[in-house]
């Protein structure tokens, strides 16, 4: 078996070490947003430089794994979630801006979280995934959306606005301005800041809340009806609602 083989095996493959494989990545993913939240309370100085070289090496390694097993590296490379791995590649490696394009972090969990791979996995290896999935997805995009929008807050503002010292500060005033209560307390600085207060309060308004009724929504069924093809039904539903052709909603058993 080839190198390329292989490291298809372990990315896009369906054997144990491929799924081992994807869940350390996963994992990788997790512990450095945990990393970037937890240094937003310390000095930085030529260690925590020295851990985002290495995390950069590690997404450079990761990238162009990705890319080298590709059916269509050069789409890929310039999609929305390519250009945002090369861009964190970049500022990891070359941290001229502070802890450089942050949130970009963020947003390689989603990217990783939903690939086809991934869900299938989460399917097969954890209980009532499956069942809940419309759930857990909603959940999740909501809270890297949050932590992606934190990330940005922070990044632009932490050495520029008093307010604003450390992730939690950003996290208190992207919630509060997300869910519209704005308490005030807590406000943007500079142009850039002030339009980047707009933005998050429009997306606030829209897909914000949308995550959350998703999130909160009473888990569907996907299954399409053979005579007017609605797919979201209720688990236990018996008639499809819209036309009440009788369903045979496949059922996996109360967990």
């Known amino acids: 078996m080839t190198l390329r083989s292989r490291l298809r095996n372990l990315y896009e493959g369906t054997s144990e070490a491929g799924d081992r494989f994807r869940y350390a990545l996963l994992g990788f993913d997790i512990l ?3 990393y970037l939240i937890a240094t937003s309370f310390l ?4 260690h925590t430089v020295a851990i985002d070289v290495s995390i950069g090496l590690v997404f450079l390694v ?3 794994a990705r890319l080298w097993i590709s059916r269509r590296p050069l789409k890929d490379l310039f999609s929305l979630w390519g250009v945002a791995d090369v861009l964190a590649v970049v500022s990891l490696l ?6 450089g394009l942050a949130f970009l972090r963020v947003l390689r969990l989603y990217r990783v979280f939903h690939s086809e791979q991934t869900i299938h996995q989460l399917r097969e290896d954890i209980s009532g995934f499956r069942r809940n999935e419309m759930t857990f997805r909603a959940a999740a995009n909501l809270l890297i959306f949050i932590f992606a929008m934190t990330a940005l807050v922070y990044q632009t503002q932490n050495s ?3 307010l604003i010292t450390n992730y ?3 996290l208190y005033f992207t919630v509060t301005t997300l869910t519209t209560t704005g308490f005030g307390d807590i406000t943007l600085v500079g142009t850039s800041g002030r339009l980047l207060a707009v933005a998050i309060m429009i997306v606030g308004i829209s897909l914000f809340l949308r995550l959350v009724q998703v999130a909160l929504r009473p888990p569907k069924a996907d299954f399409p009806c053979p005579t007017c093809g609605l797919t979201r039904h209720d688990h236990d539903a018996v008639h499809c609602k819209a036309c009440g052709t009788v369903l045979n909603i496949p059922d996996e058993g109360r967990d």
Request: aromatic share 10%; glycine share 10%.
């Open 32 to 34: 450095t947003v945990a």
């Open 43 to 46: 000095p930085r100085g030529l």
């Open 62 to 64: 990761d990238v162009l």
């Open 94 to 99: 070359l941290p001229f801006w502070g802890e």
């Open 160 to 162: 520029t606005n008093p």
């Open 168 to 170: 939690s500060d950003a």
